[in-house]
């Protein structure tokens, strides 16, 4: 009768052994894993806001790329890109016989926009906030549109758009 259970104390502490490897295993396979799934989602956030911001522009610009419609110039003059250091995108919109312009700039930490009247009086903080950046710059040569943002990391997205609406159809 000793022997039977000498081997049974030796069959559970195998049995819990095993079941010690086992979970040991497990717990290290969700370390990793947890690990690879945080670096994964730092990567797709990072490429996420690298494309943002860009993108949105690029696709603002290309629903009002019409004739003398898309300019770069200051917040406060359309015509001088430097009177006040805000560089603005103007996307010119004509609706009812009125004139008005969606300004896309960068103020105080965010890219915003703000659509009014060209003398509206507006301010740069009463655009709304589309999405958080640490800069945004505009310029234009020979009908290519250059965009650059400064990303929240420090990172700089561009793009160059080539406003087509300037261009003769062949």
Known sequence: MKKVRGEHNIDSVFVLLLFVVFAG?????????????????KRDTKAYNDRTAISYVAAKIRHSDEKNSVYVGSFTKREDPSADGISTL????????????????????????????????????????????????????????????????????????????????K
């Open 25 to 41: 295993s497990v717990l290290l396979v969700l370390l990793f894993g947890a690990s690879s799934y945080e670096s994964l989602v």
């Open 90 to 169: 103007y996307l010119k919109l004509i609706a009812e016989g009125e004139t008005y312009y969606t300004k896309i700039y960068y103020y105080d930490g965010y890219i915003r926009e703000v659509l009014c009247e060209e003398n509206a009086g507006l301010l740069p903080q009463d655009g709304n906030e589309i999405m958080k950046a640490k800069g945004l710059s505009f310029t234009e040569k020979d009908q290519l549109l250059q965009i650059k943002v400064l990303n929240e990391d420090g990172s700089e997205s561009a793009l160059k758009l080539a406003l087509r609406s300037e261009q003769e159809v």
